[in-house]
T-cell receptor, first 114, second 111 residues
Framework: ETGVTQSPTHLIKTRGQQVTLRCSSQ?????VSWYQQALGQGPQFIFQ???????GRGNFPPRFSGLQFPNYSSELNVNALELDDSALYLC?????????????FGPGTRLLVL | GDSVTQMEGPVTLSEEAFLTINCTYT??????LFWYVQYPGEGLQLLLK?????DKGSNKGFEATYRKETTSFHLEKGSVQVSDSAVYFC??????????FGRGTQLTVWP
């Protein structure tokens, strides 16, 4: 069974650019959530996708957007990058997104904005 | 809104010492509670969870009990090992499956 994978592992961008991060969910999982983890902080919920539809969003501006594909993989897009967007971006998948479900995390993409 | 407050670190212990990391939560409804662990350079791994009041989660010698009356989910281990050195995150999951994390507690265990 393949776990959650993310690409790329590291990325360096400059302010104002756009970035796309990718996530492949664990086999059999139809729900993907994205989290932002700033240095020394706990992860913060960005949004969740369930069967290709956005299913809830945290306190992030519209320049953070996402997609989920028919195979349940997902993308996180960030436009007009700001210095504060520098963080570890974590993707997590679960079977159906309920409160009791365990979310399985990928290794993350570390984004540095200069 | 929903939130988690956990003991700030860093925590430094000698091998075989007793570990407690405090975690309290604020939530509407009945959340599920989790402890995740993050080893250097890695993503988060589930350590244990509890989905209703009075449930005890346990794994690898770690335990935590879901206490609704004190809104707490403290992590304990009777005898820590060097390999337990990591950052530990307490989290709650709301009814829609969104996780809310504490700030994390860095644990270092010396031989």
């Amino acid at each position: 069974e393949t776990g959650v994978t993310q690409s790329p592992t590291h990325l360096i961008k400059t302010r104002g650019q756009q970035v796309t991060l990718r996530c492949s969910s664990q086999s059999g999982h139809n729900t993907v959530s994205w989290y932002q983890q700033a240095l020394g902080q706990g992860p913060q919920f960005i949004f969740q996708y369930y069967r290709e539809e956005e299913n809830g969003r945290g306190n992030f501006p519209p320049r953070f957007s996402g997609l989920q594909f028919p195979n349940y993989s997902s993308e996180l897009n960030v436009n007009a990058l700001e210095l504060d967007d520098s963080a570890l971006y974590l993707c997590a998948s679960s079977q159906s997104g309920g409160a009791e479900e365990t979310q399985y995390f990928g290794p993350g993409t570390r984004l540095l904005v200069l | 809104g929903d939130s988690v407050t956990q003991m700030e670190g860093p925590v430094t212990l000698s091998e075989e010492a007793f570990l407690t990391i405090n975690c309290t939560y604020t939530a509407t409804g009945y959340p599920s509670l989790f402890w995740y662990v993050q080893y250097p350079g890695e993503g988060l791994q589930l350590l244990l969870k509890a989905t209703k009041a009075d449930d005890k989660g346990s794994n690898k010698g770690f335990e935590a009990t879901y206490r609704k009356e004190t809104t707490s989910f403290h992590l304990e281990k009777g005898s820590v090992q060097v390999s337990d050195s990591a950052v530990y995150f307490c989290a709650l999951s709301d009814r829609r499956g969104r996780l809310y994390f504490g700030r994390g507690t860095q644990l270092t265990v010396w031989p």
